[in-house]
C-alpha cells in the first residue's frame, strides 16, 4: 500500500505546506520520508503502525528513538514501493525504493551534478504530484482550463460589446423620432445661461409643428449639468447610455464641456455647443462642432473693438484664473500685439468674488484708457458696479459669459452701464423685423416657466439658436435614414449658410468645425438706446 503524503491514515490530503516548505525555505536536502507514517500492516506486524516519524506543527521530522540492534535504513518511515523484507530484528520492514530522480538539471553557472544532487529529489516530490495521469493533475488541469476559457469568453464579450455600443450609430432615431440631449446649467449661480438652452427648445417644438424632418420630429432630453464638471460628467453618461440620445446639444459651461470630451470622443457622439473655449473643435475632432463663436474670435473681436476707438494705448485685463477666461485675453492680447498694444496690467478677479474694489482702484491708478472683463455676468456685474462708485469712467467690454439685459438688471443702475460694451453675434439689432420673428417665435413655443419673468427673450435665447438650426439642416440633408456617419459628413457640408441669427454665414469643412468668425459689439449710443456697432461710434446700418 502506498502511503499518502501529509495525511493522517484517517483523514483525506492534506494540505502541501510541510513539503512546499523544504522546497522553497531550505537548501537542506528534505528528508526520505512519506509525509505520513505507513498505516498497519496486515500481516499482524503491530510495530510498523507506530514506528514512522510524526508530523509536527512546526513542520519539522521527528523519528521515534531506534531500537537496539536496528540500522539507519531501520529508522526510515515507508517510502513509495512494496518492499516487505526486514533488516533486522526490531520488525521493522525495509524503506521502499523512491521514484526515479528527473533527469532535468537547472539551468545556470552551476549546472550539473551539484544541482542535480541537491533539487533532483526536490523536483521528484513537487513532480509526482501532478505529473500525467495523476488524478490531482487532471483535475487541476481541467479547473485552470475552464478558469481561462471563461476569462476569454468574458474578455471576448466585453471587447465585442464596447465595439457594438461604439457601432450603434442610430442610437436615439426611431421611425417616428430623433432624441436630443439639451444639456446646460438649469440650477446653480450660472442658471442665466439656462437661456441658452431654450432657444434650441423653441426651435425644436417648431420644426415639430411643420411635420418633423423626413417624418421624424424631436424629443429633447434635458439634463442639469449646474456648471460644475463633475455633475457634467454625470449628466452627459446618462444621457448617452441611459437616455440613449442621438447627440448633445448647447452645453454653455466650458469647463464642463471640456470634462465630457473625452467620453463624446470615445463614443462618436456628434456635439454642437455654444461653450467658448477654442480647444473643444480646436485641433479639429470628427464628431465637435461650433456654429457660433469661439473665445478665439470673440476675444479679437473684444481688442479690435477697444483698438477702433481713437487714441487707446492703455488696456488693463481684468479675468478669471480659468481654460475658459484665457480663451477671450489670450487671443484679444495677441491682436492688440498684432497692433502694437500692450496690455499695461492684467488683474484677476476669481469666481464668486463679491467685491471689486481692489481692481477698481489698480484700474484708476493705471488711468486706463479702456478695460477688457474676460468675466462671467456675476463678477462683470460687480465689476461695473465698483467702477462706477469710485467714479471711474471707463469703457468696458466683457465676453460672451454675460448677456447685456441681464447684466443690465443685475447692475441695476444705468448710470453703471453707460459705457458698457459686449461682443454682438447677431445680424441686426433685437427688436428689428430681422429679431423680432424669433422673438414670436420663443413666446409661442416657450412656456411661461422658461421665458424670463417680464417675458422678453434675451440675448441668450438668441445664442442658443443656431446649434438647432444647423441640427435640422444637417439632418435635412442626411436624408430619410440618417446614421452617425451621415449627419456628420452632413454638417461638413455647410458652406455659407445662413442661419438668419447670426452676424456671420456657416462655413464647415473635413479640417474646420470652427463655423462662424465675424461680428460686432452692443452697447447704448448717446441717447440710451441699444445699438450694435460695427467699430467704436460706428452703428450697424
Known amino acids: 500500500m502506498t502511503c499518502a503524503r501529509g495525511s493522517s491514515a484517517s483523514s483525506g490530503p492534506a494540505p502541501r505546506t510541510g513539503w512546499r516548505w523544504w522546497a522553497v525555505r531550505s537548501m537542506r536536502r528534505p528528508p526520505r520520508a512519506c509525509a505520513r507514517p505507513c498505516p498497519p500492516r496486515p500481516t499482524g506486524d503491530s510495530t510498523s503502525a507506530s514506528a514512522g516519524p510524526r508530523w509536527s506543527v512546526a513542520g519539522h521530522w521527528r523519528s521515534r528513538m531506534p531500537r537496539s540492534g536496528s540500522s539507519r535504513a531501520s529508522r526510515r518511515p515507508c517510502a513509495t514501493g512494496a518492499s516487505t523484507r526486514s533488516t533486522s530484528g526490531s520488525g521493522r520492514s525495509q524503506p521502499r525504493a523512491r521514484p526515479p530522480r528527473p533527469t532535468w538539471t537547472k539551468p545556470g553557472p552551476t549546472s550539473g551534478g551539484a544541482w542535480r544532487a541537491r533539487w533532483g529529489r526536490v523536483d521528484a516530490r513537487l513532480d509526482s504530484r501532478y505529473r500525467r495521469g495523476h488524478p490531482s493533475a487532471e483535475v487541476n488541469m481541467k479547473t485552470w482550463n475552464h478558469r481561462f476559457t471563461a476569462l476569454g469568453l468574458a474578455l471576448l464579450l466585453s471587447t465585442l460589446g464596447s465595439i457594438t455600443a461604439r457601432a450603434d450609430s442610430t442610437q436615439g432615431i426611431t421611425d417616428t423620432t430623433i432624441r436630443i440631449g439639451n444639456m446646460g446649467p438649469y440650477t446653480g449661480d450660472a442658471s442665466s445661461f439656462s437661456a441658452l438652452n431654450y432657444g434650441p427648445m423653441a426651435y425644436f417644438r417648431y420644426i415639430n409643428s411643420q411635420g418633423g424632418i423626413h417624418g421624424r420630429k424631436f424629443e429633447m432630453v434635458t439634463a442639469d449639468d449646474a456648471c460644475k464638471e463633475t455633475t457634467g460628467i454625470a449628466a452627459a453618461k446618462k444621457l448617452i447610455y441611459q437616455d440613449k440620445v442621438f447627440m448633445v446639444l448647447v452645453t454653455p459651461c466650458s469647463g464642463v464641456a471640456m470634462a465630457i470630451k473625452p467620453t463624446l470622443l470615445e463614443d462618436g457622439l456628434p456635439w454642437i455647443g455654444v461653450s467658448a473655449n477654442p480647444k473643444l473643435t480646436t485641433p479639429t475632432v470628427p464628431n465637435m462642432f461650433h456654429v457660433t463663436y469661439t473665445g478665439v474670435y470673440s476675444g479679437r473681436a473684444m481688442a479690435g473693438f477697444a483698438l477702433s476707438k481713437p487714441n487707446t494705448k492703455k488696456v488693463v485685463l481684468v479675468a478669471h484664473t480659468n481654460d475658459w477666461a484665457r480663451g477671450y485675453c489670450d487671443p484679444a492680447t495677441e491682436l492688440m500685439k498684432e497692433k502694437g498694444v500692450e496690455p499695461v496690467m492684467n488683474l484677476a478677479l476669481e469666481r464668486g468674488s463679491t ?38 469712467s471707463v469703457p468696458v467690454i466683457g465676453a460672451l459669459g454675460a448677456d447685456f439685459e441681464s447684466t443690465h438688471k443685475r447692475v441695476n443702475n444705468p448710470a453703471a452701464v453707460k459705457n458698457f460694451y ?77 442661419t438668419g441669427v447670426l452676424a456671420d454665414k456657416v462655413t464647415i469643412n473635413r479640417d474646420n468645425h470652427v463655423g462662424v468668425h465675424v461680428m460686432y459689439a452692443v452697447g447704448l449710443n448717446e441717447q440710451g438706446k441699444q445699438t450694435v456697432f460695427t467699430a467704436w461710434g460706428k452703428p450697424l446700418q
Open 355 to 392: 467685491d471689486a474694489t481692489a481692481q477698481a482702484l489698480r484700474i484708476k491708478a493705471a488711468n486706463a484708457d479702456f478695460v477688457l472683463g474676460c468675466l462671467y455676468e456675476a463678477e462683470l456685474a460687480i465689476l461695473l458696479r465698483d467702477l462706477h462708485k469710485y467714479s471711474i
Open 422 to 498: 459686449l461682443p454682438y453675434q447677431f445680424k441686426a439689432p433685437m427688436g428689428s423685423p430681422t429679431m423680432k420673428k424669433w422673438e414670436e417665435m420663443f413666446v409661442k413655443f416657450l412656456e411661461k416657466s422658461e421665458l424670463p419673468e417680464n417675458g422678453v427673450p434675451t440675448n441668450f435665447y438668441y445664442f442658443g439658436l443656431p446649434p438647432a438650426i444647423a441640427t435640422v439642416e444637417a439632418f435635412r440633408r442626411a436624408g430619410p435614414q440618417p446614421t452617425r456617419e451621415k449627419f456628420i459628413a452632413a454638417m461638413e457640408t455647410l458652406k455659407d449658410f445662413d
